[in-house]
């Protein structure tokens, strides 16, 4: 089947006299008939906090939409990627991060994994083959983010896989959020995304999945889980699983918003260069449409000026646009961000203007647009005095 189809369809009941959406099952005890169903192996549940019926069939679903052979699911996307990493992680092991890796994912490798004996590396999110160079006898992960959520680089997920060989490699697959981008499909053991974002789609959950390829990885990390006490709500998980019904409706509409925005934006005299793999103008397009099948509504700008009393009043004249971190929801967003300042492996930007991340959300674009526009003319006329 289609995702079109699977998203409508997996992770429901479809059996017997029921109601379209599965109910929301809560609990912490499970009552068992029986002294041999307690005792029993590989009970399909036994704890509230390992997860109930509604915990099951989001993991269903997301594992029909990513081709995973398990699913597991942790409180926000954050976690989502730490878990992920601490699964493979232990002192004396080396981990390997895309440069361009989300920077709070950054600080836990920095704060946390390498004041406990595991080396962490980052490399130039463009390496593709040439991670190959790189690997360790102790290396026990590759983690990739595709593409970058603040500068949008690609990487090349096979050439990277191939170079692995036998070291796993884990991505961010948030951008594509599990449709756009096939990342096992494509040879990656480990697919992440927030959940918080796209899947959810309304701004108002969070959580994160972690989509393994096959049945050792995911018993690895479901492990991992366990053994840290990982749990998340059902309402949270009934969330999730009804935003993801509408998850291709929704995510063509924001390509489609993202790419007239983006085309808009890079006309503007304002604008140095626009960060959109979509584009023509995007470095790595080819690889963008080799590996996806679609874009996502994210996408950043960099302005020609660097002056933070201009960019303060661009951004405080928008009125369609919220200031605030996250993104994924219906709602359209413009954050100002400055990459330069977590970067090791690489230097990103410099010399350049403010960087400048939006969200297309879903309203109507010639309001979107002139929004921009008259926050432009505002910005431009103080400038001048």
Not at 120 to 141: H, M
Not at 305 to 323: C, K, M, N, P
Not at 343 to 358: D, I, M
């Amino acid at each position: 089947m289609k995702d079109e189809t699977k998203l409508c369809h997996n992770g429901r009941p479809h059996d017997g006299l029921r109601m379209v959406n599965p109910p929301v099952e809560r609990g912490s005890t499970v009552m068992f008939p029986d002294y041999d169903s307690f005792r029993a192996r590989n009970k399909p549940k036994y704890y509230g906090r390992h997860g109930t019926d509604t915990h099951t069939a989001l993991k269903d679903a997301i594992a029909s939409l990513e081709g995973a052979a398990g699913v597991t699911l942790t409180p926000s996307g954050l976690s989502a990627v730490n878990l992920a990493i601490l699964s493979f992680a232990k002192p004396g092991t080396d981990i390997l991060i895309t440069d361009s890796t989300y920077d709070p994912v950054r600080s836990f490798a920095d704060q946390y994994l390498a004041k406990r004996g595991v080396s962490v590396r980052y490399y130039d999110p463009l390496i593709g083959s040439g991670i190959k160079e790189l690997i360790r006898p102790e290396t026990a992960l590759i983690h990739t983010e595709s593409p970058g959520s603040l500068t949008f680089e690609l990487q090349d997920i096979p050439a990277i896989v191939e170079a692995a060989g036998e070291i796993p490699v884990s991505i961010d697959n948030t951008w594509g959020a599990g449709h756009y981008l096939k990342p096992l499909a494509l040879g990656a053991a480990i697919s992440i995304q927030s959940a918080t974002k796209y899947l959810g789609g309304h701004s108002d959950v969070f959580m994160g999945t972690i989509a393994s390829r096959d049945e050792k990885t995911a018993h690895r990390i479901f492990k991992t889980a366990q053994l840290l006490g990982n749990a998340t709500s059902p309402d949270d998980a009934y969330q999730v699983l009804r935003g993801m019904r509408t998850l291709h409706t929704r995510l063509a509409e924001h390509e489609a918003q993202g790419i007239a925005l983006a085309q808009w934006l890079e006309e503007r005299p304002e604008v140095a260069r626009v960060l959109h793999p979509a584009l023509e103008s995007h470095p790595q397009r080819a690889l963008w449409k080799r590996d996806f099948t679609g874009a996502s509504g994210l996408f950043s700008v960099v302005l020609k000026s660097a002056d933070e009393t201009y960019v303060r009043t661009f951004i405080d004249s928008l009125h369609l646009y919220g200031l605030g971190y996250s993104w994924g929801g219906f709602e359209s967003l413009c954050l100002p961000a400055w990459p330069a300042f977590s970067r090791s492996a690489t230097v990103w930007g410099e010399g350049e203007g403010q960087l400048l991340r939006f969200h297309a959300g879903l309203e109507a674009i010639e309001d979107l647009t002139q929004d921009l526009d008259q926050a432009f003319e505002r910005a431009n006329r103080e400038a001048k005095g």
